[in-house]
């Protein structure tokens, strides 16, 4: 199995920085991808960043220029630091790993990933 655990998240007022952390573990855990997806109340689940294994990353339209994905040397941990904090960016953030790779990896559609955490929640205040 693979574990994924999130850290990082809390509150903040709109402007402001924060950076997740995803720790990857397990006998089965792949380097193929990783992502960063987020859902708030009310809405669907939605991809904001992805990673590869060779470094080619994936941002959301309406998280670029503010959020950036990053992974440690030994890509057992994923980083999405997180800039310029709007009250919309709040969600609860869940990381995410593929199990195999994936030509569609950049689209980060939810289905691709199969090891997901159990999220950590980010509040933007005005």
């Known amino acids: 199995q693979v574990q994924l655990v999130e850290s990082g998240g809390g509150s903040v007022q709109a402007g402001g920085s924060l950076r997740l952390s995803c720790a990857a573990s397990g006998h089965n855990y792949s380097r193929y991808c990783m992502g960063w997806f987020r859902q708030a109340p009310g809405k669907e689940r939605e991809g904001v960043a992805a990673i590869e294994s060779e470094g080619a990353t994936s941002i959301a339209d309406s998280v670029k220029g503010r959020f950036t994905i990053s992974q440690n040397n030994a890509q057992t941990i994923t980083y999405l630091q997180m800039n310029s904090l709007k009250p919309d960016d709040t969600a609860m953030y869940y990381c995410?790993?593929?199990?195999?790779?994936?030509?569609?990896?950049?689209?980060?559609?939810?289905?691709?990933?199969?090891?997901w955490g159990q999220g950590t929640q980010v509040t933007v205040s005005s």
């Open positions: 995410a790993a593929c199990t195999r790779p994936r030509q569609t990896w950049w689209l980060m559609l939810p289905g691709d990933f199969g090891y």
